[in-house]
T-cell receptor, first 109, second 115 residues
Framework: GNSVTQMEGPVTLSEEAFLTINCTYT??????LFWYVQYPGEGLQLLLK?????DKGSNKGFEATYRKETTSFHLEKGSVQVSDSAVYFC????????FGSGTRLQVQP | NAGVTQTPKFQVLKTGQSMTLQCAQD?????MSWYRQDPGMGLRLIHY???????DQGEVPNGYNVSRSTTEDFPLRLLSAAPSQTSVYFC??????????????FGPGTRLTVL
């Protein structure tokens, strides 16, 4: 079946540090890939997505590239802010969403 | 647009009680789904629907029933609550295009505790 594996957290960084959250997937066919973000006490919001191989999704300074050869969709940001502190979920659709377990990011001033 | 709304926001049940979690969307989305979120386990799909009158099971359907009589509403029913159903429940909706699904919009969640 489909599955998504992402690095365990929490990830603790200082403000302006570089962020990478790893995500790999297993799926049949060609799923779309997503990153969702969940701020404390809120529901999930779509952060970015990519629908085919080599697509790069980007939003709010975050980026992720759909790598079919390595079945990966790693999330990156060049300079994190305290306001980026949240839980980040990698997901694939085929067609229902399959989520990773989430990675908590804590950014310290 | 209100987007995806869920009621109630919080609920405490005793073992064996029944209840219905409400979900509604005003975006005319065909696809609706229910997830539960447990610590360290991400979100797991309970049931989903690709249109009025059509429902299907997800990864963890046992103990839950759904129906889809209208495009707007997708209630989740717990017939006999158990402590293992203590969780945060999210409803989501999206357009159902061909191939991969489009962006899903999530409701704010219902935090359920079963004693």
């Amino acid at each position: 079946g489909n599955s998504v594996t992402q690095m365990e957290g929490p990830v603790t960084l200082s403000e302006e540090a570089f962020l990478t959250i790893n995500c790999t997937y297993t799926a049949t066919g060609y799923p779309s890939l997503f990153w969702y973000v969940q701020y404390p006490g809120e529901g999930l919001q779509l952060l970015l997505k990519a629908t085919k191989a080599d697509d790069k999704g980007s939003n709010k300074g975050f980026e992720a590239t759909y790598r079919k050869e390595t079945t990966s969709f790693h999330l990156e940001k060049g300079s994190v802010q305290v306001s980026d502190s949240a839980v980040y979920f990698c997901a694939l659709s085929a067609p229902a969403l399959t989520f990773g377990s989430g990675t908590r990011l804590q950014v310290q001033p | 647009n209100a987007g995806v709304t869920q009621t109630p926001k919080f609920q405490v049940l005793k073992t064996g009680q029944s209840m219905t979690l409400q979900c509604a969307q005003d975006m005319n989305h065909e696809y609706m789904s229910w997830y539960r979120q447990d610590p360290g386990m991400g979100l797991r799909l309970i049931h989903y629907s690709v249109g009025a009158g059509i429902t299907d099971q997800g990864e963890v359907p046992n103990g839950y029933n759904v129906s889809r009589s209208t495009t707007e509403d997708f209630p989740l029913r717990l017939l006999s609550a158990a402590p293992s159903q203590t969780s945060v429940y999210f409803c989501a909706s999206s357009y159902a295009g061909t191939g991969a699904i489009n962006e899903q919009f999530f409701g704010p969640g219902t935090r359920l505790t079963v004693l």
